[in-house]
């Protein structure tokens, strides 16, 4: 069964911080791997990942996929009180997209 | 653009009963995806429709159906609903879909109640 797990479920850092959010997978048919933000309802795109070692980048968030062992990671440097959302990694296999549980980000001032 | 728009925003329903969700995509996109998302499960993939056809389906019981118009808007219709149908419905649209491995951009939701 195709299964996407985040990791932790929560966290809760101060303003300034480094933080890295992890993400693995294990699927049938892996085609990419995407990012979102989810603050109030809708989840917003962050990255989509498809190559192993190439790190995508946006400011202060970066992430990269490691396909031999399966996993990805989202990091945010210099985390802002605006960081705190959920993350949620999801993985498309064979045209579904299978999601983890998210990380629940807190950002304290 | 406009966003993707969904309605309503939110829903109060008793056992039994049933609803009727709406989502219009993105002008110019012709696939639309349904989501269920719950606090202990995340996300689950429940349809996704292309050009007015079911493409991909998940693991969700037949009480959960859908349909897309010519103009691609889609409905999601829940029959017989249980209280375990409670859940934030979140529709996305993407030019080409999941075929095309291209992002997809969320709706605002439909907050769905059973009492």
């Known amino acids: 069964e195709d299964k996407v797990v985040q990791s932790p479920l929560s966290l809760v850092v101060h303003e300034g911080d480094t933080v890295t959010l992890n993400c693995s997978y294990e699927v049938t048919n892996f085609r990419s791997l995407l990012w979102y933000k989810q603050e109030k309802k809708a989840p917003t795109f962050l990255f989509m990942l498809?190559?192993s070692g190439i790190e995508k980048k946006s400011g202060r968030l970066s992430s990269i996929l490691d396909k031999k062992e399966l996993f990805s990671i989202l990091n945010i440097t210099a985390t802002q009180t605006g960081d705190s959302a959920i993350y949620l990694c999801?993985?498309?296999?064979?045209?579904?997209?299978?999601w983890g549980a998210g990380t629940k980000l807190i950002i304290k001032p | 653009k406009a966003g993707v728009t969904q309605t309503p925003r939110y829903l109060i329903k008793t056992r039994g009963q049933q609803v009727t969700l709406s989502c219009s995509p993105i002008s110019g996109h012709r696939s639309v995806s349904w989501y269920q998302q719950t606090p202990g499960q995340g996300l689950q993939f429940l349809f996704e429709?292309?050009?007015?056809?079911?493409?991909n389906k998940g693991n969700f019981p037949g009480r959960f159906s859908g349909r897309q118009f010519s103009n691609s808007r889609s409905e999601m219709n829940v029959s017989t609903l249980e209280l375990g149908d409670s859940a934030l419905y979140l529709c996305?649209?993407?030019?080409?879909?999941?075929?095309?491995?291209?992002?997809?951009?969320f709706g605002p939701g439909t907050r769905l109640l059973v009492l």
């Open positions: 429709y292309f050009s007015e056809t079911q493409r």
């Open positions: 498809t190559s």
């Open positions: 996305a649209s993407s030019q080409e879909g999941l075929a095309g491995a291209e992002t997809q951009y």
């Open positions: 999801s993985v498309d296999s064979n045209y579904q997209l299978i």
